[in-house]
Nanobody, 128 residues
Framework: QLQLVESGGGLVQPGGSLRLSCAAS????????IGWFRQAPGKDREGVSC????????NYADSVKGRFTISRDNVEKTVYLQMNSLKPEDTAVYYC?????????????????????WGQGTQVTVSS
């Protein structure tokens, strides 16, 4: 059974850092593109970053470029989102999602509608 579990969220002051983890089980991660999404209260779910199954291609929302870094360890079956210089507007529940793709592909996917499997989310709160 495929499962995604996010961790690493919490309360951090503006300018601080967090590293989110998305631990996958029940799959061979080399066959899956991964996306990070977030949803703030009263807002639609938005894409934050995504990474191809090979890890060779990545994409970031304009709002996080230069501050967030996505990476993956297919052996450990974990995808990370390093978040630096956090701002109050980054406050949201962060979700990781997986989509089956070709083995070690360079394609990534931007829309939440393109993902099949979702984690339960982890809360990130940026506040002083």
């Amino acid at each position: 059974q495929l499962q995604l579990v996010e961790s690493g969220g919490g309360l951090v002051q503006p300018g601080g850092s967090l590293r989110l983890s998305c631990a996958a089980s029940g799959l061979i991660l080399d066959y899956y593109a991964i996306g990070w999404f977030r949803q703030a209260p009263g807002k639609d779910r938005e894409g934050v970053s995504c990474i191809s199954s090979s890890g060779g291609s990545t994409n970031y929302a304009d709002s996080v470029k230069g501050r967030f870094t996505i990476s993956r360890d297919n052996v450990e079956k974990t995808v990370y989102l390093q978040m630096n210089s956090l701002k109050p507007e980054d406050t949201a529940v962060y979700y990781c999602a997986a989509r089956r793709t070709a083995y070690y592909s360079s394609y990534y996917y931007l829309s939440p509608n393109e993902y099949t499997y979702w984690g339960q989310g982890t809360q990130v709160t940026v506040s002083s």
